[in-house]
């Protein structure tokens, strides 16, 4: 027996001397699927870095999202393939001129202690990530979502009363933007906008996260949490549609080594695993067809110039940055390095998203050595060369992955440009307060689509967006972006926003993600068509094995 073996059974027979219910015992097989159900109900995967925070008004990375969609319940959902589904509300309407959403709340909708979820619970949770006092770094988001008064209020020059959110009743909630956004239903999938429960966050302050005091809506609650370790979630025999709910407990285990989660996946103690080392899907897919995976994610990686004053001067000048750009070869990284089924990235925006449309970026259509030979030129032009070289640090959040895109990139700009690379690496949150600060030269990024529209990447070119940490601005891109917000047909817009973007190199595009990972044969429903991979425990199950 299996040390995840051992687990599970002591985790099912915990359930059972509580006097809960393990679902698989009363259900044998998958009520859709028919499948039949593994005993044990509990679901493990890796992660690469720990939370930085799982208060939905405060989470701005990946994995501190995927924790809150189970905590926490939106006004609405996704499916598997990342339609629209009702969450909290059963539905909405909205006004002739596109302005007003009106959501209706289910009414046997309860929180985690058993008090109703209302209408109020949303306007407090978005009142508050709005708050300058809440210091939420996704606060911008309500901005970006068009919400009414959102960008003074964030920015603390009206009170969070006049944010574009109401409660004419306990079961009613309405929303009012700026302009008609086709997709604004989707937005109301992410944790900014989730309810919160305010006697709890009034009676524990920052406290409240923790496991003795949270309250939450979804289809989990948080059971124990050991930072750097991991962080548990147990069923919410509150939640609405609990019955339906098979997944019993889930674990996120925090590896920060994607060769040390791979082996433990191998030795059968993790379910899936969120970081497979870099280069490795191959081999995998070869040895483990149908565990090994690679399918469309919507995030682009890419690498931060510091322009602001702290950087180093060189990066000020558009010709050492294109230069820089030019000289990396795209098509060594994803095929070689990675070799998961990315893509070479020239735009910010991810090939996938819906509606985009890809401008004509020049050096997308040049040869390798004709950029090599364009990089030099520009270089020189630059007053960098064999005589000059120029130096410079790239920075990453620890990973091995990551360490492996940089040396490449390293020894690229070393080839071609004579450029003196160092490396430095920092754990996740540290990384994020140093990158955010300005004190770097180079940064690793990477962006992930919190909506299915390309304004979802465009809002960060701009220069008042809090995730532009190369702090470059460009005052035609964002003319070119505040037109769009309001434009019937933006695509036009958004495309020459990444032309000026492309032809100034404020930044480094490198590669569109693709997800690689390793998911074991029992675990079942993992949203592989989901492309902003929007995932959900209690959609999943495990399946007994044959």
């Known amino acids: 027996m299996t040390l995840k073996s051992t687990l599970r059974a002591t985790t099912a027979a915990a359930l059972i001397a509580m006097g809960g219910a393990v679902w698989a015992d009363a259900h044998a097989t998958h009520p859709e699927t028919g499948a039949a159900l593994a005993s044990d109900q509990s679901f493990t995967y890796s992660i690469l870095d720990d939370f930085p925070s799982i208060d939905p008004a405060l989470v701005e990375d990946v994995e501190?999202?995927?924790?809150?969609?189970?905590l926490f319940e939106g006004l609405m959902t996704e499916d598997?393939?990342?339609t629209v589904q009702p969450g909290v509300a059963t539905g909405y309407t909205v006004s002739d001129d596109g302005l007003t959403y009106t959501f209706t709340l289910r009414q046997d909708a309860k929180w985690s202690n058993g008090d109703p979820v209302v209408a109020g619970d949303f306007v407090y949770g978005m009142q508050r990530a709005a708050d300058p006092e809440t210091a939420s770094e996704y606060a911008w988001y309500l901005t970006v979502m068009g919400l009414a008064n959102a960008e003074a209020v964030t920015a603390g020059e009206m009170p969070v009363d006049a944010l574009g959110v109401s409660a004419p009743d306990d079961y009613t909630v309405v929303l009012t933007i700026d302009a008609p956004r086709p997709y604004f239903p989707q937005m109301t999938t992410f944790p900014t906008t989730f309810p919160a429960h305010r006697a709890t966050i009034e009676a524990h302050g920052d406290d409240w996260t923790k496991?003795?005091?949270?309250?939450?809506?979804g289809a989990y609650k948080l059971s124990e949490y050991v930072p750097q370790e991991k962080l548990v979630r147990v069923r919410n025999d509150m939640y609405w549609d609990n019955d339906n709910t098979i997944i019993d407990e889930v674990t996120a285990l925090?590896?920060?080594?994607?060769n040390a989660a791979l082996t433990r996946y191998l030795a059968g103690e993790i379910d899936f695993v969120m970081d497979v080392p870099a280069g490795q899907f191959p081999r995998l897919n070869a040895e483990y067809p149908g565990e090994a995976l690679s399918f469309p994610n919507s995030c682009s990686y890419y690498y931060q110039f510091n322009q602001s004053p702290s950087g180093p001067e060189a990066l000020q000048d558009p010709n050492v940055r294109r230069a820089l750009s030019l000289a990396v070869n795209r098509d060594v990284i994803v095929d070689n390095v990675l070799a998961g089924g990315q893509r070479a990235a020239w735009t910010f925006t991810h090939w996938a998203i819906n509606g985009w449309e890809q401008p004509d970026i020049p050096a997308s259509a040049m040869t390798q050595e004709e950029r090599n030979a364009m990089a030099v030129e520009l270089m020189a032009e630059a007053g960098y060369g064999p005589d000059n070289p120029l130096t410079l640090e790239i920075l990453y959040n620890t990973s091995d992955s990551h360490q492996s895109v940089a040396v490449a990139i390293g020894q690229m700009w070393k080839q071609?440009?004579?450029?003196?690379t160092t490396l430095a690496n920092q754990e996740w949150a540290t990384f994020l307060d140093t990158r955010g600060e300005q004190n770097y030269e180079i940064a690793r990024s990477g962006w992930c689509a919190d909506y299915n529209e390309p304004s979802t990447y465009i809002d960060l070119l701009t220069s008042g967006s809090n995730y532009n940490d190369g702090k470059f601005v460009d005052e035609e891109i964002d003319a070119l972006a505040d037109e769009a917000k309001t434009s019937d047909d933006p695509m036009s817009l958004y495309q020459e926003i990444e032309r000026i973007a492309s032809e100034n190199t404020y930044f480094l595009p490198i590669y569109h993600y693709a997800s690689v990972r390793m998911k074991s044969p029992d675990l079942m429903n993992w949203p592989t068509e989901n492309l902003l991979q929007n995932w959900y425990s209690k959609d999943l199950y495990i399946a007994a094995s044959e």
């Open 64 to 70: 501190g999202a995927s924790v809150a969609r189970d």
């Open 80 to 82: 598997a393939t990342g």
């Open 211 to 217: 496991p003795e005091f949270m309250v939450s809506n």
């Open 254 to 258: 925090i590896i920060n080594d994607s």
């Open 416 to 420: 071609t440009l004579g450029v003196e």
